[in-house]
């Protein structure tokens, strides 16, 4: 996998300063796949593949990278585009499925913050007040709204604050655990224990669905692209180095879990890393560490509600989905609706799905998304560019097809009706969408 020459235009052509280094940009990505996924899921993955916990989180890396290499060939040939959605764009010149793959974002987007919404009310909270899981999740998705409203100025400096915050608890966990077997604790024959009533093989790719919803994030960086300094160099060496930063401290992770604690008593706990570290007998606090992951989860959701209100907003405003989600606030320019909107939809989620259903279905929503950027891959190898940019090598994008079919098939009936209900409501809102701007255009013809 080589930077490459080809014949077409210049990506010098920005209106932004390229001002953001390859360690920064590592930073970046690392702080969005290094995030709340993790601290929840640990438990519903130990109830699928017993203490087998690196195994599926090693599978889900792999597949991970496959798509990765396709993201850093046309993010570095198309530096000034917009993710999957204007891939798709270009590689197929249809609106419709243009349309599709964005909304497929922002559906996994509003699913993402439910499934963290359920999580941030869980036992990690529990260590300092005893409320009702529903409700909490509820109110924790207003206050998230409050603030998204208010505005948000994030910076990569924040960023890095944040990810320190959140990896400071997972090293904790491999330390603490670290420290149970150097006295003599814990069991390392679990990390091969797998689980009761079926085959290994079977429950490890079950498993990789759900490790998969902890390395999502990384398609986030192509909106960076034009403020990167050399991208074509820099870019696929930060998102590569980034994504097997989080895969060994994940791997870690997993490891550290099985050998501090049985499967079942893993899987019976809504706060999975807390009990690990309760587990190994640290002089850790339990309150010190439940504020660490109430911290990640609390800002990997408030990320994934910008990012998805602003996804709404651009949508409405390129007449994709109804004009009314375009409204802002007159002093605080910020998209209302759109929040109120995706606020609502979240809520209701918490009410109708439990967290492993919620991740998977952001798994899947994500693995159509990525299906059509690894075929894009291949379709715009016509396309000519003059500029260096990576290119990947082409059994990598055709491994990322097969894998994210492969995941496709895995998945729950449960899970696929999520998707297609949330896909076909996303398909009733570009309808309106159309049929508003045709209304509008008749009564502008009219006046005229």
């Not at 799905?353 to 929503?365: F, I």
Request: with cysteine; charged share 10%; glycine share 10%.
């Amino acid at each position: 996998m080589t930077p490459d020459t080809e014949a077409g235009s210049s990506p010098t052509d920005t209106k932004l300063r390229r001002s953001v280094s390859g360690l920064l940009l590592f930073a970046f990505i690392l702080g969005d796949v290094l995030g709340a996924g993790i601290y929840a899921l640990m438990g519903v993955l130990s109830e699928e593949v017993g203490g087998m916990l690196w195994a599926p989180l090693l599978l889900a890396l792999l597949l991970a990278l496959l798509t990765a290499g396709s993201y850093a060939e046309l993010v570095t040939k198309y530096p000034r585009a917009g993710g999957a959605a204007v891939f798709a764009e270009r590689a197929f010149k249809r609106p419709v499925i243009s349309f599709l793959v964005g909304f497929c974002m922002l559906a996994a987007g509003v699913t993402s913050a439910a499934g963290l919404a359920i999580a941030f009310a869980g036992e990690y909270l529990q260590t300092f007040v005893q409320l009702p899981t529903t409700l909490v999740a509820i109110l924790f998705l207003v206050v998230v709204a409050l603030l998204n409203a208010r505005g948000i100025r994030e910076s990569l400096g924040a960023n890095l604050v944040m990810t320190a915050i959140e990896v400071s608890g997972l090293v904790i966990v491999i330390v603490v655990v670290g420290l149970l077997l150097g006295s003599g604790g814990g069991d390392v024959s679990r990390v091969l224990e797998g689980p009761q009533g079926t085959s290994t093989a079977v429950a490890v790719l079950g498993g990789a669905i759900i490790a998969f919803y902890s390395f999502v994030g990384f398609e986030t960086s192509a909106n960076m692209i034009e403020e990167v300094r050399n991208p074509a160099r820099t870019y696929p060496r930060a998102l590569f180095a980034s994504l097997g930063v989080a895969g060994l401290v994940y791997v870690l992770v997993g490891l550290a879990s099985s050998i501090a604690l049985p499967a079942d008593e893993l899987a019976a706990s809504s706060g999975p890393l807390l009990a690990v570290v309760e587990a190994s007998g640290s002089h850790i606090p339990s309150w010190v560490f439940s504020a660490i992951a109430l911290v990640a989860v609390a800002n990997g959701a408030l990320l994934t509600m910008i990012m998805t209100s602003r996804l709404a907003f651009g949508m409405a405003e390129q007449g994709l989905l109804p004009a009314q989600l375009g409204r802002v606030l007159p002093r605080r320019k910020t998209p209302w609706v759109a929040i109120l909107a995706t606020t609502l939809v979240a809520a209701l989620l918490t009410l109708v799905g439990d967290l492993a259903t919620l991740a998977e279905t952001v798994v899947l929503l994500l693995l159509f998304v990525f299906l059509s950027a690894n075929v894009s891959v291949l379709v715009l190898r016509r396309d000519r560019v003059e500029h260096r940019h990576f290119r990947v090598w082409t059994f990598v994008p055709v491994l990322g097809i097969a894998s994210c079919i492969m995941l496709m098939t895995q998945q729950s009936g449960t899970v696929w009706l999520f998707g297609a209900v949330l896909i076909a409501v996303g398909a009733v809102l570009h309808l309106l969408a159309r049929w508003g701007a045709r209304r509008s255009g008749a009564a502008a013809r009219q006046d005229g």
